[in-house]
């Protein structure tokens, strides 16, 4: 039977009614709840707010301030936020994380109220406002503490850490802390108020309460008061009850009283941080006074009677400052100063630097605590250099308290800056300045406690060379393409502009350095260290110089003092290499340590800082004697023999032997680029010539190795550093030799290698060859390298497509206006038409074309007559140097004549061509405008001193006067100006901008003579030299003359300086008009050059012919056109040439006496066409008349007869 299902019409099933029905009383729940929820938050929000505004206002009571005077206050809103996050300086975590979980656990203890149990309302809307009854229960329940532990004083002496406090470790430690008080009482910090004295409990519970509620956008002032309010009650306060500090005895606060001040303590931390961008001191005092009061005993004033809790209470101290470290505050600490350091007064520095010093101290000198040290205080940029400035005591301080032994001993260890941190794998520019300011302050601590450094000199120098590598990885070899100007590191890839300012303190730094005492520190070993040998006797040759004139040298200021001090400190004999010192030897690994440190440190810096280094390091007394000493007697046969193995070991393990090697050598190359040749030659300072002999010929055999054996390919090589080193000293003393010989002779050849095995690789262009003509190319016989320079010349004719055959240009000149037509018509050819074959005629007088056939002959002779133009002083282009030589050099007033500098490129042009086509000018050319035709005056350590005889050697002596001059220099009245007569009016130039106000004193003499010299040689004809240099660089190219230092120059310009070879001469002469080799009047003439002519004769007669009083400097073969002798009977306006008539005359000796034309001219003298380098002589009848005839001839110079 079936029961009907009860209806419920359109509204649905029972079952689906009843579900909505539930549906909505769930809902319903779940709203009620919400809203007891939003209650219950609100009303416990509002209480929250109520009870942080009364603890406010308790706090406020205590201190007697009064919020409402501040405008900040006035600016929040009533809202409590939470506390403001807060991270340390390297963001790795919270603020939270550094509160004691003691701490956090009694302050969420206190924060509980009885009404936010209440979790039912009487009703949705009911009264939110807290109940009398519940504050009443609230303000009761933080009266109680809540605390678990109760230790003692007992306890807390066996809990702490059982080092020494940081104070009272002696008395100089104490006085210092006293000087720092007083530093600290001179901020004159604000005083609070005088109001109601409180308890030392009642104050304690109401900072607890401040401090759960603090946020510190809203109580940063409040904090700030509090602050001072602490630091009055503890320094003014003598009564146990109402001290806060106090409570440290209390037995049941004491713990807790602890807890409260590291959080205080840490809360200054955070507000210093927080607080570093603003520019008022005021606000850092009390927060620095905070850490520096209460973590020293000695200051509590109500503790001063209470001697015997004196080590207990000191140990409280120390475990707050050693929770502080672990907290970070050493971070905090590092960025407050390198921020503020140069706006901090002296009173923040102190008490920056004592609070450091006892976290230190406290943490028992952990490596923790030093990695915290030199990580965040020794990467201010110049720390020490402001310590030392405003409060030297403050460095006293961190001597006494061994934190530079402590240092040493435990980053000295290879690697180990990099294990504690110090040096990072990154190589970030921030990294890279960091280390940076950690070296440059180190090194004034280090001098600052010389006395510790000379007990642990290894070990410094160890630690100096960690950090260096570091920085020499990250900034050697920086391109300026890539790179910022960095003022201490040159050209540095990274963020140049941070600490830009500082940086010149720390430039001022790394000048302590070259510090004479910190110097005879690190070469300790090589000043003290007495021969293994006996020194061997001075050559006869150094001996006689050294003796010439010795006495009338006069010295003065303190580089004549450093010259005086060297040449009676070095040792009377010379020093050759001899061995004898193992390499496993101590004083060999520390020297080389030592050396490997400048070595870094002049890779580093700017080239200006290097030579400052350099300069320090070489005026120190007999270090670099002693060096050289050194390198004799290390190794088995001695440091030459040592350093030319090292090439083939691995750099790691030859880097310290090199680094002796290269730093001795830079040395060596500045000082001989500031010494003059007379104390070079006869001073002998500061090598004698003998052991000079020596070190170049071990140079140029180093030199040869490193290359020949291709270990030095470019500049990008791994031992470059050492080549580069090695090859400047090099060529400095082969730039003396050639100016004055003091090496014995062919002692710059290779002796090793064939020069034809040299020469043949470089046709074939291998790299070693080239690059050893392009560094070292006197190796080379200078025949060879001739021979070398004209085959360049042969192949660059082949590469442009040059024959003789081919003309590129016809030119008409007129003969009275040669300089102006041949500029004219030959200054728009490009430099390869130049190269090429240009036919010459010429006009005369009348306008008419004159007779004559050029091959290449008219034109030497155009060449010639024009170069003879052009250098006559009279024209002004070029004036000769003062003396017996009288050589030529630009002018400095060329300006007075039109175009002055095209000429000069012209000048430049035809001297070129003549180089090129291998004709010899007789042009003597001053030697410093040699070197400025080959651009050495831009090469490293040129020294213009050096040329400046070259130019006057009177007004040299004057200046090397100034050098030497005893008295006070200021006293001659004299400026950086130089004063010059033009065309009878003085006028005044500046050497330097503003030196008419510069007055030349005793300290900047040196600069002055230098700067003087390079006006005369550069400054004055700079533009007529670059004219004149463009000009033959666009004939002649730059790399075909590096072979050839300026007096082989000359000589490739103007011929060989030595004697006519006559055999040469016959092997490759051309006879004409029927003249032989066995011709009567041939043979009278060789022998008439060869009995009856000097040196100087047998020279005129060359001039004669060839116009050039030297030979070619590949002999006669490669003279153009060839040298010819031509049998003759008639003037020269009547030759019509060789007839069939006058060659068999001539040839067979025929008597001309008969002839008609003879007769007319029986006294007829020879003459020459120096154009064809043609010699025209008559059939003289004896030898008596031809050896008259041609004297005569020579000694009227008949010069040139058209033929």
Not at 53 to 68: S, V, Y
Not at 388 to 410: D, G, R, W
Not at 934 to 943: A, G, N, R
Not at 1109 to 1122: D, K, N
Request: overall charge neutral.
């Amino acid at each position: 039977m079936f029961t009907a299902e009860p209806s419920y019409g359109k509204g649905g099933s029972v079952v689906e009614k009843a579900r909505i029905a539930r549906e909505e009383r769930a809902h319903q729940r779940q709203r009620e709840l919400a809203a007891i929820k939003i209650q219950s938050y609100a009303r416990g929000y509002f209480a929250r707010c109520a009870v942080a505004t009364r603890w406010r206002e308790e706090l406020d009571n205590l201190m007697g301030w009064d919020a409402m005077d501040t405008k900040s206050t006035q600016q929040n809103n009533t809202s409590d936020q939470n506390s403001t996050n807060f991270k340390k300086p390297d963001g790795s975590a919270s603020a939270t994380d550094y509160i004691p979980a003691h701490t956090k656990q009694v302050s969420t203890e206190e924060w509980r109220f009885a009404s936010f149990g209440i979790n039912k309302l009487t009703g949705a809307y009911s009264n939110l406002s807290i109940a009398k009854s519940n504050s009443a229960e609230v303000a009761a329940k933080n009266e109680t503490l809540t605390t678990n532990n109760q230790n003692t004083i007992e306890q807390v002496e066996t809990n702490a850490r059982p080092i020494s406090p940081p104070i009272a470790l002696n008395n100089g430690i104490q006085e210092n802390y006293d000087k720092f008080k007083n530093a600290m009482q001179s901020q004159n910090l604000p005083q609070v108020k005088q109001v109601k004295k409180v308890s030392g409990e009642k104050i304690f519970k109401i900072v607890k309460q401040f401090l759960f509620i603090y946020n510190y956008k809203r109580d940063r002032e409040r904090f700030l008061e509090l602050c001072k309010y602490l630091v009055y009650n503890t320094e003014s306060e003598s009564s146990l009850k109402y001290s806060y500090v106090a409570l440290c005895i209390h037995k049941q606060l004491v713990l807790p009283w602890i807890e409260q001040i590291k959080l205080i303590l840490w809360e200054c931390c955070k507000t210093l941080d927080q607080t570093q961008k603003s520019s008022e001191n005021l606000l850092l005092s009390p927060y620095l006074k905070m850490l520096v009061l209460f973590t020293d005993v000695s200051n509590w004033k109500v503790m001063k009677k209470q001697s015997a809790l004196l080590p207990v209470l000191s140990q409280v101290c120390t475990s707050i400052s050693s929770e502080l470290f672990k907290q970070g505050c050493l971070c905090v600490i590092g960025s407050l100063l390198n921020k503020r350091i140069t706006t901090m007064d002296s009173g923040l520095i102190s008490a920056c630097i004592v609070f450091t010093i006892r976290v230190i101290t406290a943490s028992n000198f952990s490596d923790e605590s030093l990695t915290g040290f030199m990580s965040n205080m020794l990467t201010v940029p110049a720390l020490i250099w402001h310590l030392t400035k405003k409060l030297p005591q403050c460095v006293a301080f961190l001597h006494e308290s061994c934190l530079i032994s402590h240092l040493i001993a435990l980053f000295h260890v290879e690697g180990a800056c990099q294990r504690h941190g110090v040096i990072t794998s990154c190589s970030s520019s921030r990294n890279v300045i960091d280390v940076l300011c950690v070296v440059a302050n180190l090194v004034q601590l280090l001098v600052a406690d010389i006395e510790t450094t000379r007990q642990k000199r290894a070990e410094s120098v160890a630690l100096l060379n960690q950090l260096l590598k570091f920085l020499c990885k990250n900034t050697a070899g920086q391109s300026m393409n890539i790179s910022t100007w960095h003022p201490v590191l040159g050209y540095f890839s990274g963020n140049a502009t941070e600490h830009t300012e500082a940086m010149q303190f720390v430039r001022k730094q790394l000048q302590f350095l070259w510090e004479p005492s910190f110097v005879k520190v690190v070469f300790h070993d090589v000043l003290t260290l007495k021969p293994l040998h006996d020194e061997t006797s001075l050559p006869a040759q150094a001996e006689q110089i050294s003796t010439k004139t010795k006495s009338k040298t006069k010295l003065a200021d303190k580089f004549n003092a450093y010259l005086k001090r060297i040449a009676s400190s070095r040792p009377q004999m010379s020093m050759l290499p001899t061995g004898g010192r193992k390499l496993e030897y101590a004083e060999v690994k520390n020297t080389c340590c030592g050396c490997l440190l400048y070595r870094r440190a002049l890779t580093i810096v700017t080239k200006q800082l290097a030579l400052e280094m350099l300069t320090g390091l070489t005026f120190m007394d007999e270090v670099l004697c002693r060096m050289w000493r050194f390198i004799c007697e290390i190794g088995p046969s001695g440091g030459l023999q040592l350093f030319l193995s090292s090439l083939t070991l691995p750099p790691d393990i030859a880097e310290p032997y090199f680094a002796v090697f290269t730093l001795f050598c830079d040395m060596t190359a500045h000082i001989l680029s500031i010494l003059d040749d007379i104390e070079f030659y006869e001073q002998q300072i500061p090598f004698h010539l003998e052991e000079l002999v020596t070190i170049s010929a071990f140079l140029k055999q180093f030199v040869f190795k490193a290359i020949w054996s291709r270990i030095v390919k470019d500049s990008q090589s791994s031992m470059y550093y050492v080549f580069d080193s090695a090859h400047t000293l090099l060529m400095m003393l082969y730039d003396r030799d050639a100016r004055r010989s003091f090496t014995p002779q062919n002692h710059w050849l290779c002796k090793d290698i064939k020069p034809s095995t040299i020469r043949g690789e470089v046709e074939k262009s291998q790299p070693r060859a080239k690059l050893v003509v392009e560094k070292i190319p006197f190796v080379l016989p200078h025949k060879e390298r001739v021979i070398l320079f004209r085959s360049f010349i042969s192949a660059d004719r082949a590469s442009i497509g040059i024959t003789d055959e081919d003309i590129s240009a016809h030119i008409r000149v007129h003969r009275s206006r040669l300089v102006d037509d041949g500029y004219t018509q030959l200054k728009t050819l490009s430099p390869a038409s130049m190269k090429g074959v240009i036919r010459v005629k010429f006009v005369n007088d009348l306008g008419l074309d004159e007779a004559g056939i050029d091959q290449d002959g008219v034109f030497k002779e155009f060449l010639e007559e024009i170069i003879t133009k052009v250098f006559n002083p009279d024209m002004n282009l070029f004036k000769v140097t003062s003396g017996e030589e009288s050589k030529l050099y630009p002018s400095p007033l060329s300006h007075l004549q039109d175009d002055h500098l095209d000429l000069f490129a012209f000048i430049g042009r035809m001297l070129g061509k003549a180089v090129y086509e291998g004709i010899v000018l007789d042009i003597p050319f001053a030697n410093f405008f040699l070197r400025n035709l080959l651009s050495q005056q831009h090469t490293k350590l040129y020294s213009p001193i050096d040329e400046l005889p070259s130019l006057d050697s009177e007004f040299y002596k004057n200046l090397t006067w100034i050098k030497r001059y005893e008295g006070d220099i200021s006293d001659l009245g004299l400026s950086f100006t130089y004063e010059e007569d033009a065309m009878g009016k003085v006028e005044s130039h500046d050497l330097v901008p503003g030196g008419s106000a510069i007055a030349v004193t005793n300290e900047n003499r040196i600069m002055y003579i230098h700067t003087l010299a390079h006006y005369r040689l550069h400054t004055q004809i700079r533009q007529q030299t670059r004219a004149f240099v463009s000009g033959f660089r666009s004939i002649i190219s730059h790399s075909w003359t590096t072979m050839f230092s300026a007096p082989e120059l000359q000589r490739l310009i103007s011929g060989d300086n030595i004697d006519l070879d006559l055999t040469d001469l016959k092997r490759h002469v051309v006879y004409y008009g029927g003249f032989h080799s066995s011709h009567r009047v041939v043979r009278w003439l060789w022998d008439i050059l060869e009995r009856d002519y000097t040196a100087q004769d047998r020279a005129g007669f060359l001039k004669f012919v060839t116009s050039c009083s030297r030979p070619p400097l590949l002999g006669f073969a490669h003279l153009q056109p060839q040298f010819s002798i031509r049998c003759v009977e008639v003037p020269d306006d009547e030759d019509t040439g060789d007839t069939m008539a006058t060659v068999l005359r001539g040839f067979f000796r025929l008597s001309s006496s008969k002839s008609r034309r003879s007769q007319q001219h029986p006294h007829r003298l020879p003459t020459a066409s120096t154009c064809f380098n043609l010699l025209k002589l008559p059939n003289y009848p004896n030898k008596e008349i031809l050896k008259e005839k041609l004297k005569q001839a020579i000694a009227n110079n008949t010069g040139f007869e058209l033929s």
